[in-house]
Every structure is written in structure tokens, then in C-alpha cells.
């Protein structure tokens, strides 16, 4: 899969059959799409591309509002597209005067001057240019002139994709990962940097890589403890993840900590990813450190079933 940042570096697409969105969360709904727009290059013997934003526009357009949480970082999000199988991926540096241009521009100097498309899918409910004006019809209306077929997702299948985005989400904020990642079509994710944390696993005989995920907009699951498998350099291996605030140590700030288990090397300011398998148990705080001691080694029977399973 190749992949462009920049519209001034674009290639010539062979028979190109495009498809613009966020494409948030790469689940279930958006591999319908992705199948379809797979299936209709092949038949034209062209390629696919999938056109997205980085930064999401909203964060762009509305940049006080600080509720945004998104289920992909644009990295994982360019790994997921990859696994399904898009030939290409173009994520448009997002910014007020890309938004400002009108609709006919955005068709023309866009779409066709940068993409050549043969065909077009695109959702009937599917708004560009400025104040939103541009919209399903106008690019059917402007098809003849400039030798492109258009495609129309589904009113059913647009439904399901913001239907899947919102129960994920939702979800995830309650700890509950098998339903998002049966939503999502693979497990859910976060990637981090290893940063040198309290030490206070390692002083309970349980030491932990803290990872500190730089994407303020990266939705975190719920407080609590999690089955995981964490990847470092391309190795996979298990590990016990705890999302919270270390309440028997009266911690104040919220931690992202893995304990890794059959596992010691130092792993500072490495890159770690995480794929969340099953929640476990709330935090909680204990009375002392012998008896979160005998809570985590309950915990690591528990993970170490649940990831054998």
C-alpha cells in the first residue's frame, strides 16, 4: 500500500475509484466500504484510494471543543487500512483554507486534477466545500464533464457506520472490549512511549512499562485492568495493562501501565502498542500493599487464562 501526505507529491492513478472519510475505528461498516471500492477497481483494473484528514477536521474547524475522542490514531489507522487490503491511502493536511474552498473547486481542483477518478463513492448525506454547500447531487451533476461514474453508499450502510462509531465508543468508555472488538472487526489498540513512572509496580515485584500516549484526541478505555498483548518491535507478547490512578498510593494523574509478563529489559523511551483483549476488574484501593500484591497475582492467573483461550 503506498501512502501520500502531501497533494503537490501525487502520482498518476490508474483508473482511480475513490472514496473520501475519516474512516475513524477502520471497523466492521467501514470494510463494508472498503470491499466495495476493492471489488469495483478490480473490475475497471484500477486502484483504490481512500482519502482522509489529518487533523481530524473538526479539531480544525472547532478547535475550543475539546470533547473529540477517536478510536485510531492517523498511524494505526494507515496500519489498518493496509491489513484490508487499499492500494492507496492519501491523508490531506486539513486546515481553514482547504475548508473555505466552494464545491465546484473542491470537485475540480481536488478530486479530478489530483485523483484522475474513474469512479466516486460517496454517502447521499456526504458534504464538502465551503459552509458544506457541496453534496451528493452536484457531483452527480458534474460527472459528464468530467468522465467519472459515481457510486452511492447506502442510507442502511451509512447508518451502520456511525451506528458502529458510537457503540464503540460507548463501549470502550464502560470497559467492555469484547463487544467493541467484535464492533471493530480486530482488537482495539493504543501505541506509546515508554516514560520512567513511580516505580511502584516494580517495588510490588510487578514491574510495568508506563506509556504515555501523545494523541490528546486517542479515546483511553475505561479505568480498570485488562487482558492485553503488547507488541514491541514486531514481537507479541502477553501482558496485564492497568488504566487508573494507583488510588492505594493516592495517585493524582491518570496512568497507562503494562506489566509485561515472562519479560525483563528496559524498554525506556521505546514504542510500545497495545491490542486490548478483555477487561478484568475495576480499580480499586486497598487497604495495603500485601493485599494488592495478592490482587495482582489474581489478575495475572486471570490474563494469563484468558490469553491462552
Known amino acids: 500500500m503506498r501512502v501520500f501526505r502531501e497533494l503537490n507529491h501525487l502520482p498518476s492513478f490508474k483508473n482511480s ?11 466492521k461498516g467501514h470494510q463494508k466500504l472498503i470491499t466495495r471500492i476493492k471489488l469495483l477497481s478490480k473490475q475497471i483494473n484500477g486502484e483504490s484510494i481512500i482519502i482522509t484528514f489529518h487533523p481530524h477536521p473538526r479539531i480544525v474547524i472547532n478547535p475550543e471543543d ?4 477517536l478510536l485510531n490514531t492517523i498511524d494505526e489507522k494507515i496500519a489498518l487500512l493496509e491489513k484490508y487490503g487499499i492500494d492507496n491511502v492519501v491523508i490531506v493536511p486539513f486546515s481553514r483554507d482547504f475548508s473555505e474552498q466552494n464545491a465546484e473547486d473542491y470537485i475540480r ?5 489530483n485523483f484522475q477518478p474513474k469512479y466516486i463513492v460517496i454517502g447521499y448525506d456526504h458534504k464538502f466545500g465551503k459552509d458544506r454547500i457541496g453534496h451528493y447531487n452536484l457531483l452527480e451533476s458534474m460527472k459528464l464533464t468530467f468522465g467519472y461514474e459515481m457510486e452511492e453508499i447506502s442510507e442502511e450502510m451509512l447508518d451502520d457506520i456511525e451506528i458502529s462509531s458510537t457503540k464503540i465508543r460507548e463501549a ?3 470497559g467492555e472490549v469484547k463487544l467493541a472488538n ?3 472487526g480486530h482488537n482495539y489498540t493504543l501505541s ?21 500516549v501523545t494523541d490528546e484526541f486517542k479515546l483511553i478505555p475505561k479505568t480498570g485492568i485488562y487482558a492485553v498483548y503488547a507488541y514491541r518491535h514486531g514481537n507479541k507478547y502477553k501482558g496485564m495493562l492497568s488504566i487508573g490512578y494507583n488510588p492505594t498510593f493516592n495517585g493524582k494523574q491518570q496512568t497507562i501501565e503494562v506489566n509485561i509478563l515472562d519479560f525483563d529489559k528496559d524498554v525506556y523511551g521505546e514504542n510500545i502498542t497495545i491490542e486490548f483483549v478483555e477487561y478484568i476488574r475495576d480499580e480499586k484501593k486497598f487497604d495495603s500493599a500485601e493485599a494488592l500484591i ?3 497475582k489474581n489478575d495475572e492467573k486471570k490474563t494469563r487464562s484468558i490469553l491462552l483461550a
Open 17 to 27: 475509484v475513490i472514496t473520501i472519510g475519516t474512516f475513524d475505528g477502520v471497523h
Open 66 to 69: 475539546k470533547s473529540l475522542r
Open 109 to 113: 481542483n481536488f478530486l479530478v486534477n
Open 172 to 174: 470502550l468508555n464502560k
Open 182 to 184: 467484535e464492533l471493530l
Open 192 to 212: 506509546g512511549t515508554v516514560v520512567r513512572g513511580l516505580q511502584n509496580g516494580r517495588k510490588l515485584g510487578f514491574p510495568t512499562a508506563n506509556i504515555d
Open 294 to 296: 495478592a490482587e495482582i
